[in-house]
């Protein structure tokens, strides 16, 4: 696997919330660290954990590989979504580093931005281990 179709499967299993999709881009004890202190081991953690995906709407996802060889990569990516759930705007308003938005009873879920990096190793044509580096934001008007 190149980081190029890492990054094409990465891609289509966000916007199409496949948690399937997501795990099969991995090695069977593959690890995807979404924070430095966080990490999904194994293909039963990483479809749990992308699950979360599914309580979005209106999902595009852009990327651009930084750099790129036989064993891994660097990319770039970037993200706008929809919260749809109250759990999700939850999950996302106690993440390390996020900016609380002020909210009161009634108010609009917001539309979310968030913008990271991405290194991938790759074994036998699988992601045997990927961490990011994001901040995210409400979008503002």
């Known amino acids: 696997m190149s980081i190029e179709a890492f990054m094409q499967g990465y891609k289509a299993a966000w916007e199409h919330k496949d948690e399937a999709m997501f795990a099969a881009l991995f090695a069977p004890d593959g690890e995807y660290h979404n924070t ?27 990327c651009e590989v930084l750099a790129s060889t036989a064993a891994g990569g660097i990319a770039h990516w970037h993200v706008t979504y929809q919260v749809a759930s109250e759990e999700l705007f939850q999950i996302w308003a106690r993440s390390t580093g996020t900016n609380l938005v002020p909210r009161k009873q009634g108010d609009p879920l917001p539309r979310m931005v968030l913008d990271g990096l991405l290194t991938a190793e790759f074994d036998q044509g699988l992601c045997t281990c990927c961490r990011i580096w994001w901040h995210s934001m409400p979008v503002t008007s």
């Open 36 to 62: 430095p202190f966080a990490v999904q081991r194994g293909k039963a953690a990483l479809a749990e954990y992308w699950r979360r995906v599914k309580l979005q709407e209106d999902i595009h996802v852009s």
